[in-house]
C-alpha cells in the first residue's frame, strides 16, 4: 500500500520559516515520480505551489519563487519544502503528491501564518 505522509506544519508568525516534509512509504519509491507540493487556502482552490521532477527538474508558483525550495531526497523516499520569508497569504492545508503512471496525494498538513 503506498502511502505519503506530510509533516512540519503549523503556526508561525510572518517572516518566519518552515520546512515541510512528505515521506513516502508502501512500494513507492520516489526515485520514479515528479513530485509536488500544493495548498489549499481558507475558500480557495487547491493551487500547485512547487513541482520537482524525477529527473530533479523544478518549478514554482509565481507567489513563491525566490521564497520556497523544494527539494527531494531519493536515498529516504523523501520530499521536502523549505519555505521563508513566509506570508498571511501563505496560509492553506499543503498537500505532498507523486505521480507515476497514477498519482498519490497525501493527508495535507496545516500552515498558518498569522501574528
Known amino acids: 500500500q503506498v502511502q505519503l505522509v506530510e509533516s512540519g506544519g503549523g503556526l508561525v508568525q510572518p517572516g518566519g520559516s518552515l520546512r515541510l516534509s512528505c515521506a513516502a512509504s508502501g512500494s513507492m519509491f520516489i526515485s520514479l515520480y515528479d513530485m509536488g507540493w500544493y495548498r489549499q487556502g481558507p475558500g480557495n482552490e487547491r493551487e500547485l505551489v512547487a513541482a520537482?521532477?524525477?529527473?530533479?527538474?523544478?518549478n514554482y508558483a509565481e507567489s513563491v519563487k525566490g521564497r520556497f525550495t523544494i527539494s527531494r531526497d531519493n536515498a529516504k523516499n523523501a520530499l521536502y519544502l523549505q519555505m521563508n520569508s513566509l506570508k498571511p497569504e501563505d496560509t492553506g492545508v499543503y498537500y505532498c503528491r507523486g505521480y507515476y503512471f497514477r498519482e498519490y496525494w497525501g493527508q495535507g498538513t496545516q500552515v498558518t501564518v498569522s501574528s
Open positions: 520537482i521532477s524525477s529527473g530533479g527538474r523544478t
